[in-house]
């Protein structure tokens, strides 16, 4: 029997006149994160994605693996096509549900009938099929409140279709449809996170890693780009920036006060950041601050960072616990990489007592003792891989 997968849109089922360009949008990252699996017909009708696989040799399980880590759906689920004629369902039913009715003991059947022209209305669809269901299992009992396994058939314009309980998808809006922006990596566990949460709204990430050879190691970059490829499985492609770091900061430790060293190397990482994003067609940065986990994410802290760029700073991660962070990076497969003990820019040169609330004044008066063609010159050096 054919199958084909049915994708419930969610939030985008709320969308008003531009509605169709989400799910355009939609599609055409489904399509995408199919690649390489063989042909799809992808296409919109009655709040619903249909992908139909166009060949028999398709790996549908690893179609819906795959599918499972597209932003924008809310849900998804094989199911069986079959003709809108109760004597084509009722043949096809029993032996498409078999897998999933043997290890039930009790189920129940939903129908949902959008072809009005379809005889049997869904009471009397419901109540048929239960039966039929119920004569080849005869284990199985009825429960409409808890059932272990709920049958759907719902019969659409084209055919009727059977599936089990469904999966339930990434949510969120499809990646490209609120816009770019620039997220800056650490190589920690918040800012994979935060690059995540961002990419869920809707935003196409794109990163930008700070290195400092000879005190960060090439181990280092690789962590960022094995955590890049990791979030590719939910965001998509990603474009990552290296930018050196080294003189940058060698400045910053013969020129300014020790106890402000952190908040000064933020302030200049948030203006490559944003040179680069605007090189990208970005509208914001992206960070994985939460407020006072460390020295230079207080809130006097975050005030004087803010300051340094004008594009609006992101950071979604904002008001959550390690545990609440953790839990997310458990989730989309970044943890493990994320704790591996190669030390980034970040912790170079990190001062014994950083300053937790560094009034802005003196960071000004700090910095003009700096040269800032480094900036210009860190950005002319910035090095771009494509990962995912």
């Known amino acids: ?13 709320l969308k008003g006149l531009n509605r169709r360009s989400f ?3 939609l599609m055409k990252n489904c399509r995408r994160r199919l690649e390489g699996l063989g042909s ?12 139909e696989p166009q060949g028999a040799q398709i790996d549908l399980d690893e179609a819906v693996e795959r599918l499972l880590r597209v932003f924008g759906i809310a849900a998804l689920t094989r199911a069986g096509v079959m003709q809108k004629d109760f004597a084509d ?42 039966a039929v269901l119920l004569e080849a299992y005869p284990y199985l009992t009825v429960d409409v409140h808890h059932p272990d396994v709920t049958v759907y058939i719902e019969i659409r314009e084209r055919a ?6 469904q999966l339930p ?22 800012s994979p996170v935060a690059g995540y949460m961002m990419a869920k709204r809707g935003l196409r990430v794109y990163a930008v890693h700070f290195v400092s050879p000879p005190y960060t190691s090439e181990h280092a970059l690789e962590k960022v780009k094995t955590l890049c490829k990791r979030m590719s499985a939910y965001c998509g492609r990603i474009r990552l920036a290296v930018v050196p770091f080294t003189a940058l900061q060698e400045a910053i430790r013969d020129n300014c006060p020790e106890d402000l060293f952190t908040v000064i190397m933020r302030r200049y990482m948030m203006r490559i950041a944003e040179q680069l994003a605007k090189g990208s067609d970005c509208q914001a940065l992206i960070t994985g601050e939460s407020v006072a986990q460390v020295a230079s994410q207080t809130l006097h802290a975050i005030a004087c960072t803010d300051v340094a760029c004008e594009m609006p700073v992101l950071r979604p991660v904002i008001g959550m616990d390690k545990n609440e962070i953790v839990k997310i990076a458990y989730k989309i497969d970044t943890f493990e990489t994320s704790i591996l003990p190669y ?18 004044r003196y ?19 910035t090095e771009y891989c494509v990962i995912g």
Do not use: W
Not at 1 to 6: G, H, T, V
Not at 160 to 165: E, I, K, V, W
Not at 343 to 360: A, I, S, Y
């Open 1 to 13: 029997m054919d199958e084909l997968i049915l994708l419930k849109c969610g939030e985008l089922a």
């Open 343 to 360: 030390e980034d820019c970040c912790t170079v040169f990190t001062p014994k007592h950083p300053r937790t609330r560094p009034q802005l």
């Open 40 to 51: 799809f017909h992808i296409y919109s009708s009655q709040s619903t994605i249909y992908v």
């Open 89 to 130: 369902i009722r043949e096809k039913a029993v032996p498409y549900l078999e897998a999933a009715l043997a290890r039930a003991k009790t189920f129940k059947v939903e129908a949902k009938r959008s072809d009005k022209s379809f005889p049997m209305k869904s009471p009397e669809l419901c109540r048929e099929l239960g």
């Open 363 to 381: 960071v000004l008066e700090a910095e003009k003792k700096m040269d800032e063609q480094l900036v210009q010159q860190a950005i002319a050096a």
């Open 160 to 165: 009727a279709y059977l599936h089990t309980d």
């Open 169 to 190: 998808g990434a949510g969120g809006l499809p990646i490209g449809t609120s816009g770019n922006a620039m997220l800056l990596i650490s190589g920690g566990i918040d």
């Open 23 to 25: 799910e355009d949008v």
